[in-house]
């Protein structure tokens, strides 16, 4: 059973930073596709990064660009979203989510139908 945990949120301010983990346990780390998503009240789940299990290319939302940094360690199956300069319209809860191999070649890596694995999501609050 594949099992995803997300940590690293909470409260920060404006231009702040914060980075988030995601511990993922049963399966096999190394071959998901991985990614995190984000949701804020009254709107859909969100693209925010994505990371390869072949190459360890990333992807990043428009909107995002230069402000978020995704990485994973493959020896300690963790999954890492460095954020920098937050904004207020950053406040949301963070989702980290696992794909199989077939997933990710079939699909997208921004699209949430990709991903079979989700964690419950760690809350991110910015405000001053």
Do not use: H
């Not at 930073?17 to 346990?25: D, K, N, T």
């Not at 991985?34 to 990371?51: D, K, M, Y």
């Not at 990043?60 to 300690?76: E, F, P, Q």
């Amino acid at each position: 059973q594949v099992q995803l945990v997300e940590s690293g949120g909470g409260l920060v301010q404006p231009g702040g930073s914060l980075r988030l983990s995601c511990v993922v346990s049963g399966g096999s780390f190394s071959t998901y596709g991985l990614a995190w998503f984000r949701q804020s009240p009254g709107t859909e789940r969100e693209f925010v990064a994505a990371i390869s299990f072949v190459d360890g290319s990333t992807n990043y939302a428009g909107s995002l660009k230069g402000r978020v940094t995704i990485s994973r360690d493959n020896a300690k199956n963790t999954l890492y979203l460095q954020m920098n300069s937050l904004r207020l319209d950053d406040t949301a809860v963070y989702y980290c989510a696992a794909a199989l191999p077939l997933s990710i070649y079939q699909g997208s890596d921004d699209l949430e139908e990709t991903y079979e694995y989700w964690g419950q999501g760690t809350q991110v609050t910015v405000s001053s």
